[in-house]
């Protein structure tokens, strides 16, 4: 539901954060996530794809994603029915819009997930974390690309046996393609047709659920409120 | 497969048709989950089972928002979006207990001992354009059962009642069969319980080698972790299965 936000911010967090202090080619991949997180706002088209951790075929997602650095993000499905989401900072909002239950999720901020809120609230923090990156050639969709293979763990929050690639596109030097990988699955986000917008506008936060669909909390964990929680 | 002239027939293609084994199957598919007339919300899901391990995950498009993981009678439930695992033992005496909560997930595969074994002894009695076994299931405690089976031997519901004949536990429902590359399967499934329905549509079935099994990741360090048998989970889990508080566990 929220996870392909929360890869992706921990994919940009991660791959951002690969190129402070090393060689020109870092630096260059830096400068490419600079580019995108320093923007008042950057929108593109965007591709997941996800294994089948049982081997079957993979399944594919396409959308948008709007990203305003200090304010919020918003990535809508195109696909039929596909899910919407917001997250605004300045509006202490986390939405979830599900057009197959014709039904809004609504939670505080804070609610969010964390990965993706350090994206919105703190995007020089993902530029200026420190992990180590080294070249590394993949396929991806047939195709050799030249990407930089992410140290994983290196962030507190990281789940120690994920691992991150990243490649620029070759002719924009953004961002091209993410790659997040578990022991059960990978999940490849493609990005496509960055625009970069010296003006942000708050406008392209706003949720596309129509008037008065109906809402509902997103987080089952209100029926445990007033019982106390035990974490781990 | 021929219409079946006697009820012995109709069993006996159930039986090789139903409960042959499976070692191990792959499948994809959507589930539903409907209370009354209101679809609460679909998951698009993958499956993987080897010999009593059951692993599940669930999607909204392609991101991954449910795990459940059942060996043995341990069962792990993991709510991605909210961040929340429900983990432990199903117990013997709870419902029909693992290998009966086992059965419920793939309610396909009749090979099970005790299931083949109650279908077998069932009695056999003409029922609309098919037939209609009953019996009685033994497992930790004894429950009530009628299976109503096509013309052809194809199943078409299998009701299962409390102990003890204390009511109806679950209600399921069979879709017409259809061929799969790893067989025949029903088109889909429905559970029933009370005025909730959970429905899945099956649009893949394969039998992989065993090998292709894989458990699901491990939470994260910051997931809110809860016993199965903390009353939190209880409610969490009865008000997902839309299940009255006084009313029994399947």
Redesign the interface.
Known sequence: MTRAPVRLGAALLLAASAWIGAASPQEDVREAFRRVLARPEATARMTIERSDPFGGAPSRERGSLWLLPGRGLRYRSSERGGQELVIDRMRETFLLYSPSEAKVYRAPYSRAPARLRRLIAEPDRFLSADLAATVERRTVRGGAQDGYRIRSGSLGDSLPEVSVWMARDARSGLPHWVTVSSPTDTVWIEFRDWTLSPKASPADLKLGAPEGTPESPLDPRELLRGEGRESR | MPVAESGAKARAHFLASYAGGEPAS?G?GALSLLHGDV????L?V???TEAESI?V?G???????LDVTFLGDSLFVA????E?GLAGPVLADEGLGPRGLRFLARPWDFSPPWIRSAVEHGTVEPWGDGWRIAGVLIGEGTSPFSLELGAKGAPLRLRIGGSGGRGTLVTIRYGEPRSYRGGSMPRWVEWDRGPSTVRLAID?Y?R?RPS???????A????????LD???SR??LR??LSIGADETDP
């Not at chain 2, 679809?39 to 679909?42: E, F, K, L, Q, S």
């Not at chain 2, 709510?79 to 909210?82: D, Q, S, W």
């Not at chain 2, 292709?212 to 491990?218: A, C, E, Q, T």
Request: proline share 14%; aromatic share 8%; net charge positive.
């Open positions: 792959r994809a679809r609460d919300g679909t698009d993958r499956w993987a692993v995950v999607y909204v498009g392609p991101v991954r928002a709510l991605r979006p909210m929340l893949e394969s992989p292709r099994l894989r458990h699901s990741p491990p994260d360090p910051e997931w809110t972790l809860l016993s903390d009353p939190r409610a969490l008000r997902f």
